[in-house]
Structure formats: structure tokens, C-alpha cells
């Protein structure tokens, strides 16, 4: 389920896409995007329902904590049954080791606020182009590192086709677009999460007493 290419590393910032699926044909995926070293280290990848992969997700991202000793940022997509997920990982997140993405307001245009009440990401006809792009001019610039073969595979398989009513970059017949998703979700949270800031408080200086004699 998990394919790992190098260990997770101290003070290490990761950021999570999860593309969910309702079963079938589809695979649950999950890229692990390292916004300190901007690699993927680790993906994961099952054809499963979401809800059998949700305690695997929960598990890697308290590893992560464990070996890292920051919080890691998650984003389940919310379509696809997605939103129950994200609700029940949020509950699984007992000993706060990480954080649940909020959705900003203004995904899909160029004007992204700030945080709305939306735990996950909502890919949508706004959201898909933009992420999609976002993601090509990331790829086509070489500022991702990508060690995961079937996820290159699935982009030389990603074309744009013809709908009823507009161009629409997908799969190709026959082949599946989870990992791809999943990594556009991550490379957003890339360009808006930031690891917690560490508030380094002084001690106060002990008193001198004088004494006299």
C-alpha cells in the first residue's frame, strides 16, 4: 500500500494530498510532499474503499510526527465519500500529531483569501483546471522531485480532451489519473500551509540579592 523511497528527516515539513475512491476499478492514493526537501518520499496507493484507508493514512501521518517532530498537513479530497473521512480522520487524531487542512476561500481564481469552516479539498470544474495547471508548471519547471514510477506513467497517460462543452485534461481511456490528483492536492497545500511557528519564550532573570555584612 505504501511505496517509501527515504526516511522521513528531523524538522521535516510534510504535506499530504489524499484523492478518495468509492471502490471498483479506482485506488484510494495519498502523496507525501515534502515542502522542506520538494520531493515525494512516500505514496500511497490501493484499490480499496476510502474507509479501509483512513487508519492507514492516520497511522503514517503520527509516524511522521514521530520521526519528524512537526506536525504534517493533511487534505482528503472531499468528493467521493471523502467528507465522512475526513471527519472520522479528524477523530482518529487523538494525540494532535497533525492538522486537517481547512479550504481557503477563493480556490480556483486568483484571489485565495483565507480559511473557510471546509475541513478537506472540494475538487471542482473552479478547482480541477487550476490545480492541474498549477501542478503542470510545477512539473514542467523540474521543482518536484518525483522518485514513484507509476506516478510518472499516469502523467505521460493524462491528455486533454473534448467535452460537450469544453477541453478537460483527464486519463486517457483505460487508465486512471488517482496519483495525479493527489499530488495537485498536495502542491497546493504547498503553496499555503506553513509547519507551526515554535515560540521560544525567555526565563526571567533571577533577582540579585545583596548582602551586606
Not at 487542512?101 to 471546509?118: F, L
Not at 470544474?125 to 503542470?136: F, G
Not at 477541453?167 to 481511456?173: D, F, Y
Request: one cysteine or more; proline letters at 5%.
Amino acid at each position: 500500500m505504501f511505496r517509501r523511497y527515504r526516511r522521513y528527516q528531523p524538522n521535516e515539513f510534510i504535506v499530504v494530498g489524499v484523492d478518495t475512491a468509492w471502490g471498483g476499478t479506482d485506488y484510494c492514493s495519498a502523496q507525501f510532499l515534502s515542502k522542506t526537501n520538494l520531493d515525494i518520499p512516500t505514496v500511497y496507493h490501493s484499490k480499496v474503499l476510502a474507509s479501509e484507508m483512513t487508519p492507514h493514512i492516520h497511522s503514517e501521518l503520527e509516524r511522521i510526527y514521530d520521526e519528524t517532530k512537526v506536525k504534517p498537513v493533511v487534505a482528503f479530497e472531499r468528493n467521493n465519500g471523502g467528507i465522512a473521512e475526513i471527519e472520522r480522520l479528524a477523530t482518529l487524531n487523538r494525540n494532535g500529531k497533525y492538522r486537517i487542512y481547512v479550504e481557503k476561500s477563493g480556490i480556483g481564481t486568483t484571489d485565495v483569501v483565507g480559511n473557510t469552516v471546509k475541513l478537506g479539498w472540494t475538487t471542482s470544474s473552479a478547482t480541477r483546471p487550476t490545480m492541474l495547471s498549477m501542478l503542470k508548471e510545477a512539473i514542467d519547471n523540474k521543482l518536484i522531485q518525483i522518485y514513484d514510477k507509476p506516478t510518472v506513467n499516469e502523467m505521460f497517460s493524462f491528455i486533454i480532451s473534448q467535452t460537450s462543452s469544453a477541453w478537460k485534461a483527464q486519463a486517457e481511456q483505460g487508465a486512471h489519473d488517482d496519483l495525479i490528483m493527489a499530488l495537485a492536492i498536495a502542491w497546493q497545500l504547498y503553496q499555503t500551509e506553513r509547519p507551526p511557528t515554535v515560540v521560544k519564550t525567555s526565563r526571567p532573570k533571577p533577582k540579585r540579592t545583596r548582602f551586606h555584612v
